[in-house]
């Protein structure tokens, strides 16, 4: 898989958690205050290290199939 390849799929992700946080508004609680922001928060940062994993895994594929054709 080429490096276009993988950022057109990482963009494809972030295309769709654009729209996940879109889909869910924030709720407030009764202070006023984000009632969601530290489960947004933990969903935020799961995602990010996911999409790291990805592009890690993406970029090591990438790599043994060239090695294969060379």
């Known amino acids: 898989m080429s490096a ?3 950022e ?3 963009a494809r992700i972030n295309t769709a958690m654009a729209r996940i946080d879109a889909a869910h508004p924030e709720q ?3 202070k006023g205050e984000n009632a969601g922001s530290s489960r947004v928060m933990a969903l935020v940062n799961a995602h990010e290290k996911l999409r790291e994993e990805v592009a890690d895994t ?3 594929l990438d790599t043994l199939i060239e090695e294969l054709e060379g």
């Open 58 to 60: 993406l970029g090591e």
């Open 4 to 6: 276009a390849r993988i």
């Open 28 to 30: 407030t609680d009764d």
């Open 8 to 10: 057109e799929a990482m």
